[in-house]
């Protein structure tokens, strides 16, 4: 390459990270990288703790139980393949009327994902319409 090239480079880029907003822009970014996992585990912390608060609310147990009947084996990475317990479904759905949003928002908060989305995923169409119904 050009010498002269080179050092024109070399002075620009000298000038470029000698700004102090980039300097501060490049800090935020180096620091997110290193402390992404801590921060995803004091957000889930926040969340769990959150959840225990209300541990012994009927709502925390639905939602606990709507995760059962989604994963009858219990292990997590199976969820999308053993199953799911309708007629189970179908008592929650009674117990669950009328009181959606707030096991819904629990759903959310123990388990990372929304419920009716877990729901779309484990249920046929004509299921999830039966079990939307009789929820509203």
Partial sequence: MNPLLIAQATKSATSFFSNRKVQIVLLGIVLYFIFRRKIKRLIH?????????????????????????????????????????????????????????????????????????RLRKELSAKDYRTWRDIVE
């Fill in 45 to 117: 912390n926040y969340r769990q703790r959150k959840f225990n608060r209300n541990e012994g609310r009927d709502i925390n147990q639905i939602a606990q139980q709507y995760r059962s009947v989604a994963n009858p084996s219990g292990i997590s990475w199976m969820i999308n393949f053993d199953g799911t317990r309708t007629s189970q479904l179908d008592a929650l759905a009674r117990e669950t009327k009328g009181r959606l949003q707030p096991i819904a928002d629990a759903y959310r908060l123990k388990f990372e994902e929304s419920l009716s989305d």
